[in-house]
């Protein structure tokens, strides 16, 4: 699934996961792999308002289980572009909560579906409002719609509270370092917009950034290794803008010009000022999540006149699914709005849906937003996938009713068949009988549906050869040799030199030819069933055959051949007591071409041995610390080894990062495959 944060109300939940079915599946892990559904999930998350990040999905792989989800509404953000790649959804449970707006993207120059106008540009009772100005537009080096058109930002406006769900571009190179502080900029003046607004404000998603040395694993080695100091790693542009942001927010020097104030409380650290480990992101590479090396960089942000309203955050490290974790908070049922106590549900519906905390009516069509997911063209007007069958059957009875399909009964004049097989695909069924005595079928046609229809093929006469049942030609004839290897079996078998290889219309057409050739007269037809011949060995029917060719009296004249001699009726007919040398070279033709063609006999031990080398792991070295099995991987950084396997400790790394010598995380093998010899262990 993609990374999740969550909000209820009784809790919000933000998860993010990277891939919502493609780079990694939660429904593998426990406790979602007993339901495997969302609807499942998000019951076991007890949230009422799920956002999730880094979906890398499609438009086109999105699926019913994803959008139809029951009793639930979402709202996407799908990269425009770059295919397979960032993405942002929320869904909101509507027993709970329904949006009154919703948006894509952060500064507005995105059109709602099925409009040309931008979000900006809409009536003011449908805008969300504090779309960033041009003064503040300008600070990005990166234009506005090219900032939103990676899918990184849902907005929903209930009530009580905007909602942001974000994923915010991560550290990479510094190619992307325009893009990812005019991301930072452009979300600080949205939030910012809105507070002055007057409208409560709540963030949440993967922001890629660690607050502040007590939100990061071994902050020192980082230092160290960017040549860093403590105020230098806590000045760095994105963590700058990050505090500025944030109450309590470590600014060091003067404040930035637009920014003289705080306006987000986090809530997950407000409820756990000093705890040490609180990370919500590990490195899954090097299998650091056991060990908690990690860093916290997943937030649930409120604005400071919220902060009565939450009853507790936290962070759920033991849900597996992701290299995230998700991250909760939970709001209070009764809250505090405009200085007087109130049912949260009044706050966050429609008006009219509720009063005082009890429902006055249901979640209808009419309150569907334009960017709900269940608008979209490929899932509108469906509830479930059950009635995308239920209607496909409706068709297919009602296509059976207009065409119906009758059993045929066999003529009066033939005898009975003792077994009828119909073929159902067809309206006009025809039933066909074993073959009689004499060589004739059994043969009854259906009715036709309409007097326009054609005749059955029982009116019209037909030269073709009816099909048989499968039983009279199994019956009838032995099963014909499969082409090439059927089974992985069979390649350990050595291949039998049978009879059959031999086919019967190339020895007669063969004999035809030589005795054409030979005396240039047509040949007579008196060549008996192929069975006997096919039950005797190649080279013997080979020697046999070969001077009776001039003779021809053993074989049949092709329809090709006949229609060429139909002119020579008058001719001397061939002689029968001389074999001319042309038939030699066709014997000794035929006896080369059958040794040539006999497969090569493979010995089964051999192969069973190649195959065994083929498919067995390597012996895997032990590594010096623990003495257990090392685990192989595959360098992919640039550089000379790049591309080269090697070997390593199978233990996850430790809280410090590092190879630990005499612990229980991982030590310090290391051992390239190449130079591995298992034999000299």
Known sequence: MGQWHTVCISAVVQWPSPGLIIASNPF????????????????ILEADIVVFQETKIQRKDLSDDMVLVPGWDCYWSLPRHKKGYSGVVIYTRQSKC?????????????????????????????????????????TSVVDAWTLDSEGRCVILEFPAFVLLGVYSPATRDESRDDFRLGFLNLLDARVRNLVAMGKRVILTGDLNISREPLDS?????????????????????????????????IVLGARDEGRERAVMWDICRGFHPARPGMFTCWEQKVNARPGNHGSRIDYVLCSLDMRAWFSDSNIQEGLMGSDHCPVYAVIKDKVVVDGAEADLLDYMNPEGMFSKGQRQRQYLTKDILPLSGKLIPEFD????????????????????????????????????????EMASSQPNTIATAPLSATG?????????????????SADTPSNKPLKRSKSASTAAAPPAPGKGQQSLKG???????????????????????GAESNNGGPVSPKLQPAAPILERPMDELVAELSPAIPAAATTTTSPIARSSQAGKSDAPPPSHT???????????????????????????????????????????????????????????????????????????????????????????????CSDWNPASS
């Open 491 to 513: 390649f350990f078998k050595p291949k039998a030199t049978t009879s059959n290889d031999a086919s019967p219309t190339v020895i007669e057409e063969a004999a035809t030819r």
């Open 217 to 249: 694993a071994n902050p020192e080695a980082a230092m160290r290794k960017n040549a860093m100091t403590v105020d230098d790693y806590i000045s760095t542009p994105s963590r700058r803008f990050f505090n500025h942001l944030l109450q309590g927010g």
């Open 440 to 456: 004739e079928s059994s043969v009854g046609t259906a009715p036709s549906a309409s007097t326009g229809k054609k005749r059955s």
């Open 381 to 420: 007007g469906r509830r479930s996938i059950r009635d995308m069958f239920t209607s496909k059957l409706s068709r297919q009875r009602s296509t059976t009713d207009e065409h119906p399909v009758t059993t045929a009964k066999p003529s009066s004049t033939s005898p009975a068949p003792d077994k009828v």
């Open 98 to 138: 329904a949006p009154i707006r919703a948006e894509e993207g952060i500064t507005g120059v995105l059109c709602p579906p099925s409009s040309s106008t931008t979000f900006a540009d809409q009536p003011k009772e449908q805008q969300i409002g504090g779309y960033p100005t041009n003064a503040q537009m300008a």
């Open 578 to 672: 001389t074999t001319s040398p042309s038939a030699a070279a066709n014997k000794s033709a035929a006896a080369a071409a059958a040794k040539t063609e006999s497969p090569p006999i493979h010995d089964p031990i051999a192969s069973k041995e190649s195959w065994s080398k083929l498919f067995t792991k390597p012996v895997a070295p032990r590594c010096e610390g623990h003495d257990e099995p090392c685990i192989t991987l595959l360098t992919k950084k640039s550089g000379i080894n790049c591309g080269r396997s090697f070997w390593m400790c199978a233990r996850p790394l430790g809280p410090s990062g590092a190879k630990e010598s005499n612990t229980q995380w991982r030590c310090h093998t290391f051992i390239w």
């Open 28 to 43: 593998g892990y426990q406790p979602w792999r007993d339901q495997r559904t969302f609807a499942a999930m998000f019951d």
